[in-house]
């Protein structure tokens, strides 16, 4: 069945680093677009980072800019998000997602979210 | 602040219907930009509810439909159950911030 498991998560303290993977499965991963999303406890959704089917764009939300990086290994069918520099505020649950994205001519559709992990927590703290 | 607007809350009787809106701007839903809802149980990731402002995945029941206008999009229910009881998300492309925009969320209780 169509899946994505992610991994890596836990307990760090600020300044360090941690890189968190979702392994894909039941579809083929090299033609998704992939998110990162996060939520922080008892807030809403918050997205983190996307990177195009073939690796090619990244766009990351300001809050992460600069200290986060989103890469995929599409032979191994795997997301990654390494996380640098971490902050208190960077404590959440942190979710991918598979987007299919369609093109006509010069205009992208971005469809919806529509396959979500199960989410891995990081906890940011001394 | 989230670029999309949501109400934090709304709450109905079961069997009433309930609406949940979602305000962005001409950078976003505005610009033509599909919108799309997600429903979040506790505990659990989201699930898409609608996608590309008006269309059901299979499985999702046809008491859920959304609409979009000008700058704004709505997710109505009908026939409120129970099971509803759950936290809403619309969603988005932002192509001035270019990046995907979520609504603060919006906690459905069902009285």
């Known amino acids: 069945q169509v899946q994505l498991v992610g991994s890596g998560g836990g307990v760090v303290q600020p300044g360090r680093s941690l890189r968190l993977s979702c392994a894909a499965s039941?579809?083929?991963?090299?033609?998704?677009?992939m998110h990162w999303v996060r939520q922080a406890p008892g807030k809403g959704l918050e997205w983190v980072a996307l990177?195009?089917?073939?690796?090619?764009?990244?766009y990351y939300a300001d809050s992460v800019k600069g200290r986060f990086s989103i890469s995929r290994d599409n032979s191994k069918k795997t997301l990654y998000l390494q996380m640098n520099s971490l902050r208190a505020e960077d404590t959440a649950v942190y979710y991918c997602?598979?987007?299919?994205?369609?093109?006509?001519?010069?205009?992208?559709?971005?469809?919806?979210?529509?396959?979500w992990g199960q989410g891995t927590t990081v906890t940011v703290s001394s | 602040q989230s670029v999309l607007t949501q109400p934090p809350s709304v709450s109905g009787a079961p069997g009433q219907k309930v609406t949940i809106s979602c305000t962005g701007s001409?950078?976003?839903?505005?610009?033509?930009?599909?919108v799309h809802w997600y429903q979040q149980l506790p505990g659990t990731a989201p699930k898409v509810l609608i996608y590309a402002n008006n269309n059901r995945p299979l499985g999702v029941p046809d008491r859920f439909s959304g609409s979009k206008s000008g700058t704004s999009a709505s997710l109505a229910i009908t026939g409120l159950q129970a099971e509803d009881e759950a936290d809403y998300y619309c969603q988005s492309y932002d192509s001035s911030l270019s990046g995907w925009v979520f609504g603060g969320g919006t906690k459905l209780t069902v009285l």
């Open positions: 039941g579809f083929t991963f090299s033609s998704y677009a």
């Open positions: 997602a598979r987007m299919d994205v369609g093109v006509t001519g010069t205009i992208y559709y971005y469809n919806a979210l529509d396959v």
């Open positions: 001409s950078s976003n839903i505005g610009a033509g930009y599909d």
């Open positions: 990177i195009w089917s073939d690796g090619g764009n990244k």
